[in-house]
């Protein structure tokens, strides 16, 4: 009218009845309204009843499946099919697994349908004509096709069921493994010396810290006992007091053994984290094993937890990196990326036609990946990809996933995933197509329980002979290593501090032992003299006593710090447990 608003409007309702079929079942207008036989209406699986609650079945209809052989997404059978490959049974792999779950809860059945090129479906722009299980689609050919990868291309002219796999665009290489290598040293590429002479470095510097630790806390084993031996006033201890001053040795060398053997027998828990016991410690920390001593106070095994955490990160490191450099070695591919393939002249590339990769490739905004596909060469299908890599020379492109199952016992290929042209695979559908939701609520089902993934371990995840991807062997040296090296010097800090706690509580506890005689800062004060001495006695100076028995006469040696040594039968013998 006048307004520009419709004044006649008239609708035909049409009916789908299977195989592309619409039949007219009434009409609705603006003037007559709705005018329809519900007689005529055929409802999905070919009922007349009107249907009850939403509709999960697609019981009575036979499916026609586009379907191309590509391990693992589809096998072939060819011994048990000879002529006909349309049978169910005929096929197994990914995609069938998927199809045949489907046709059971949905109570359909179907048939396979191999297109005349095997392939997927690529779009001609000059005839603007498509090929493979697209075209069969557009066809009327099939109904339903396996796994394709969505593009814009694509839903122009058919329609997708809900995603249930992403993938991303890699390429392989083939190369001649080295048979032997001409640096003995290998194993010390992960590093760079720099880093080689610090990790030795700062096992000396750890070994003494924990020594020290050991000595300074009065909670260590050696702190503890030298600390009873200054302060007992039993008869025995007078007797090593008395003995210590007069020879000015420390308090193990006021140890007194009739036998020779008892004395290599004797473990002394002096010397339990002495520096030689410390080094042992910390350097069997690399291979994962524990000394025969461990520090007791909290500080010491705080800082061992901290080299331990020191380790477990670097071994990991050098395992990771030692890996690649041994996988690297061993093969001549110098291609890291796909501007290295379209800068060199040494290799090959080409990728499967018709596929979505070279159409993404081709629409891509760079102009060089379209440049790639151009001068690359045209495969017709994965098994001559397959083939001209194992022939050498040749670089061959294409969905990660598909490269990395048909290439998993090939120990001399090489894989680089490049981290674009990511893409999402779905079945396709004609477009507008009434079997849609029903299959796109069974996958909604299988997603939310899992079994798509189950379904594609089961396939994918096949154990494999090797697998290699190229990576980066780039030697680490301290600047990358420099976050990991510091955190020694927060453990270093930390247990100092920890250090300083447990003597200010061991002062602590001996004011409640004497049941507050004496003040806090006398027993503190106490403890500082008393570490003092112990340090200037016991580890600065002093003589080491040795005594034997010779002849029935008490013999005590008398070793000094430089190693020379003096007798005297005449000196009396203490006897000392």
Not at 177 to 182: D, G, L, R, V, Y
Request: glycine share 8%; hydrophobic share 40%; charged share 25%.
């Amino acid at each position: 009218d006048d307004e520009g608003t419709t004044s006649t409007t008239d609708y035909d309702i049409m009916n789908f009845k299977g195989q592309a079929a619409f039949h007219k079942v009434g009409s609705w207008s603006n003037t007559t309204k709705l005018s329809m036989d519900t007689r005529k209406v055929q409802y999905l699986g070919g009922v007349r009843s009107a249907p009850t609650g939403f509709g999960n079945t697609l019981s009575g209809f036979h499916m026609r499946v586009g379907i191309v052989q590509e391990p693992p997404i589809a096998y072939l059978d060819k011994e048990t099919c000879f002529d006909d490959i349309s049978l169910p049974h005929c096929w197994y792999g990914w995609n069938p697994d998927i199809i045949f779950r489907l046709s059971r809860d949905l109570n359909f059945t179907f048939e396979y349908v191999q297109p005349a090129d095997s392939k997927y479906g690529g779009f001609d722009p000059e005839t603007e004509t498509w090929n493979g299980m697209i075209k069969d689609l557009l066809d009327h050919k099939t109904d339903l096709t396996i796994a394709l990868s969505i593009n814009t291309e694509r839903s122009k002219y058919i329609d997708f069921t809900l995603s249930f796999f992403e993938d991303q665009a890699s390429y392989i290489v083939f190369s001649q493994a080295a048979t032997s290598s001409s640096n003995i040293f290998f194993f010390l590429l992960p590093f760079k010396n720099d880093v080689w002479f610090s990790i030795f470095g700062i096992i000396v510097l750890i070994s003494f810290v924990v020594c020290m630790l050991g000595k300074l806390s009065p909670y260590g084993k050696y702190g503890g006992k030298v600390h009873s031996q200054q302060t007992c006033t039993c008869e025995e201890c007078k007797q090593r007091k008395v003995m210590k001053e007069q020879y000015g040795c420390s308090f193990k060398a006021t140890k007194e053994f009739d036998c020779l053997v008892d004395k290599v027998e004797e473990e002394d828990i002096l010397d339990n984290m002495n520096f030689y016991n410390s080094l042992w410690v910390i350097s069997t920390g690399f291979v994962k094993q524990e000394g025969e001593s461990l520090p007791a106070a909290l500080s010491g095994r705080f800082l061992l937890l901290t080299w331990w955490l020191f380790v477990m990160i670097l071994v990991s490191m050098y395992t990771a990196n030692l890996t690649a450099h041994l996988t690297l070695e061993n093969n001549d591919v110098n291609i890291k990326s796909m501007q290295d393939l379209s800068s060199q002249t040494e290799y090959e590339w080409g990728l499967i036609t018709d596929r979505n990769l070279e159409s993404m490739m081709e629409n891509h905004a760079n102009p060089e990946y379209g440049g790639l596909v151009q001068r690359g060469v045209k495969l017709e299908n994965l098994d001559e990809g397959i083939e001209r890599v194992q022939e050498g020379g040749f670089v061959f492109i294409d969905e990660s996933s598909v490269l990395t199952f048909n290439f998993r016992e090939n120990c001399t290929a090489y894989q680089v995933n490049t981290g674009k042209f990511s893409n999402e695979w779905a079945f396709g559908l004609q477009t507008n197509s009434p079997y849609a939701n029903v299959i796109n609520n069974m996958f909604l089902r299988y997603r939310e329980d899992g079994w798509l993934t189950e379904v594609w371990d089961k396939w994918y995840k096949a154990e494999a002979g090797c697998s290699a991807y190229i990576g980066s062997d780039m030697r680490f040296d301290l600047t990358i290593l420099s976050g990991l090296f510091s955190i020694f010097v927060m453990g270093i800090a930390i247990s100092l501090l920890l250090v300083i706690i447990e003597t200010l509580y061991a002062a602590y506890s001996d004011r409640r032992a004497s049941h507050g005689k004496v003040g806090f800062w006398h027993c503190l004060s106490r403890r500082l003299k008393y570490k003092k001495k112990e340090i200037i006695e016991e580890w600065l100076g002093g003589s080491h006593i040795r005594s034997s028995k010779r002849n029935g006469v008490d013999r005590v040696t008398i070793v000094d710090v430089n190693g020379e040594m003096e007798s005297d039968d005449r000196l009396p013998r203490v006897v000392m447990s």
